[in-house]
T-cell receptor, first 116, second 111 residues
Framework: SAVISQKPSRDICQRGTSLTIQCQVD?????MFWYRQQPGQSLTLIAT?????????ESGFVIDKFPISRPNLTFSTLTVSNMSPEDSSIYLC?????????????FGPGTRLTVT | GQQLNQSPQSMFIQEGEDVSMNCTSS?????WLWYKQDPGEGPVLLIA?????ELTSNGRLTAQFGITRKDSFLNISASIPSDVGIYFC???????????FGTGTSLTVIP
């Protein structure tokens, strides 16, 4: 299975600022995903990031608020822009793994963001 | 998006007891995944299911892909304190589509 790391692991930010979260995978993957998990809640998909194309955003999420980069097959960034306290969440990077011919999805450890 | 309902929402059990939880949807899925999430960590994949009726085990964990393809079940036998956490199901409508996550089942094991 893919090993995924995220930076930073946590941060406390002031309202109105932006934070960029990095996701690094130890193998090349086609699809990477960014999720948000609000306190005590399930996971909500923000966007799907494929290398060489623009990210595809889910309903309720827009590129201006959550710009995503995918410069190569092992790395992606998610920026949370112009933050407000409502953006306080855990942000999770995820990748698909079809190495065994079946579809599985693995997650990074998450970035815990608190906006004050 | 798709709604996946998990039940129960939370469970408090004695160490050594067996646990059962399920995940239901109004849509037909072709893949089910079960995850466990510890506090402050990302979800960890436990079991993957790909065919209706499939029964798959991973140690003390057993999961089944429902015959109707609208549900899945996870059982944990002889629970131990480290089983504590939140368990999520995730369903995929078709290959390449996103996974939709269930509402989660919080498990507490009392030593």
């Amino acid at each position: 299975s893919a090993v995924i790391s995220q930076k930073p692991s946590r941060d406390i930010c002031q309202r109105g600022t932006s934070l960029t979260i990095q996701c690094q995978v130890d193998s090349q993957v086609t699809m990477m995903f960014w999720y948000r998990q609000q306190p005590g809640q399930s996971l909500t998909l923000i966007a799907t990031a494929n290398q060489g194309s623009e990210a595809t955003y889910e309903s309720g999420f827009v590129i201006d608020k959550f710009p995503i980069s995918r410069p190569n097959l092992t790395f992606s960034t998610l920026t949370v822009s112009n933050m407000s306290p409502e953006d306080s969440s855990i942000y999770l990077c995820s990748v698909e793994d079809t190495g065994q011919g079946v579809y599985e999805q693995y997650f990074g450890p998450g970035t815990r963001l608190t906006v004050t | 998006g798709q709604q996946l309902n998990q039940s129960p929402q939370s469970m408090f059990i004695q160490e050594g007891e067996d646990v059962s939880m399920n995940c239901t949807s109004s849509s037909i899925f072709n893949t089910w995944l079960w995850y466990k999430q510890d506090p402050g960590e990302g979800p960890v994949l436990l079991i993957a299911l790909y065919k209706a009726g499939e029964l798959t085990s991973n140690g003390r964990l057993t999961a089944q892909f429902g015959i109707t393809r609208k549900d899945s079940f996870l059982n944990i036998s002889a629970s131990i304190p480290s089983d504590v956490g939140i368990y999520f199901c995730a369903g995929q409508l078709y290959t390449g589509n996103q996974f939709y996550f269930g509402t989660g089942t919080s498990l507490t094991v009392i030593p």
